[in-house]
Nanobody, 114 residues
């Protein structure tokens, strides 16, 4: 059984920064993809960023140049550094692990507001 535990959400001002973390535990292979999706009220879940076991990354268009994803394979942990936050970044952020089936965290709220 795989579990994902997210942390680091909260309230930020426009232009501010937040860092999300997601730690995976359980039966995890050495080759997997970890990352983040988000879902705002009334909208579909969308890709934020993914990173594979060899640090290949993929970003959603709306966060390119502002967000950075990274991972620590020894800790099975993925991080999302979010800079230059905008009100439209407000959403519930979900951690995901593809190994090869998809696992999801419980979600963490990120609110960007002045």
């Amino acid at each position: 059984q795989v579990q994902l535990v997210e942390s680091g959400g909260g309230l930020a001002q426009p232009g501010g920064s937040l860092r999300l973390s997601c730690a995976a535990s359980g039966s995890i292979s050495s080759m997997n993809v970890m990352g983040w999706f988000r879902q705002a009220p009334g909208k579909q879940r969308e890709l934020v960023a993914l990173v594979n076991s060899v640090d290949g990354t993929n970003y959603g268009d709306s966060v390119k140049g502002r967000f950075t994803i990274s991972r620590d394979n020894a800790k099975n942990t993925v991080y999302l550094q979010m800079n230059s936050l905008r009100p439209e970044d407000t959403a519930v952020y979900y951690c995901t692990l593809r190994d090869p089936v998809d696992y999801w965290g419980q979600g963490t709220q990120v609110t960007v507001s002045s």
